[in-house]
């Protein structure tokens, strides 16, 4: 039987957005792009409780890192992630190191073409996802360039706003509750977000829709009430620290990110805000209006310090979504002008309006690319840190479980041996970091140390000195703790 064939229009509409999903692609392939491993930290921790998963077949698994049990449902707030990835790296037959490398860009596609899929029934769906290729990937706020879960929830976003402003049946009420579900177990913080942009058009359709409006409520509000008992403690207490403020993150720039994202694409978006406010109807004002209240948290936050630091952090990229959808309509505003007809000119000397839309196509391109290209990176670990872990995991056994090593390259070690570690430096240095690299300075000598901490394996590129210590590889030593 064949398939029914798309309409000429749905056909052009759907070969143009494919050099807008291979950008989309590319740009989220930067990081990757000369190096094949996980780029940041939380890439890293990810990967090892993906793994650990896997390992244990049980989602209270021991920790990746410390071998401690998990016991409580708030530790496991990403595990929709765990599970996907885990599954997809048992079943593909992929490694992490490709998983890592290249679903990012992937997920970024996927999320474009989402994005292409809400704004077509508006007419600006090709230009909101070419905007939306812009959200920028940095250190500090992560973004579309790394596999973390706030990655994997960007989709979930642009079509549960489809299903909200478009479908009205039992199919769609479910997927809706499914999505809500999906990314209170992937990533909690992107549902707060979502109710923020979705708030202004459930208000609408109370009013216009009551059903439909009262149904949307219960969609996200059910699987926060099914899950209140295990997280009551955390929603409380993050609620209480609204009214608490708070300095801003040390790790990022919220101008720079804004010159990142492109002066030009902001302009466009302004004008396309006015442009949905001015065209009126539910679906332009929610868009608007869901806009409005995400600059209105960022500003709230770098203004005042009063909000949550997740929120605000990974609100940021969902901030330049909606910047990208609205931008995506005032570039469809500027490529419908046309001149008047009286003029005599022929049909396509009149569509000035295309001209427009191509320069600044050509104008965002130009200015922006470079600038993805030399946004700067972080390695954690090289050629040589990972072709010693892979050899720990393939060679040595498991009666040898805790390892020192640079505190700054222990996740990854956990990532990809399996094995624990005695510190790992995640946010800054403490003193069991400390002690780590003390010890490792000092050449290694202080044997009572790996006795009295139960360390067996030690990892380092520096000079290791001991003389009960015997070195199995290159930079790989083992201590017998049976001694």
Known sequence: MSLPSLPRPARYDYLLVVPILALAFYIAFIPHTSYPYPVHLDEWVQLAYSDALIRSGDIFHPLPFTGQATTSLVSLLELGFHILFGVL???SGLDWMTIFRYFPGIL???TVFSVFVMGRRSGFGREAAFFTCLIPTTVGILGPGFLVPVSLALPFIPLSLFIIFYLRNPGAYLALFIFAVFLLITHPTSVIIFI????????FYLKQEPRHGIILILAGAVPFLITLPWTYDLISGTAVSLFTPKGLPGFHDLPYIVRTFGYLPVALSILGTFWLAWRRGTTNYGLALGLLVMVAMLATFYTLHYGVDAIYLRGILYTFMMLGISAGAGLMMLRNIQLPERWKLPWPARRIGYIFAAAIIVIVLWLGIPVRQHIPYYNIIDTTDYEAFTWIR????????????DPWKATSFSAITGKYVYARLHVAPDKITRRAKDFLDGGCQDTDFLRQNGISIVYTRDECSNPDLQKVSDNVYLYDQAR
């Open 89 to 91: 790296y048992r079943i």
């Open 108 to 110: 970024f596609m996927i």
């Open 196 to 203: 923020l942009i979705i708030a202004p058009s459930v208000l």
């Open 394 to 405: 393939d060679n040595i056994g498991d009666n040898y479980r805790l390892a020192i090593l």
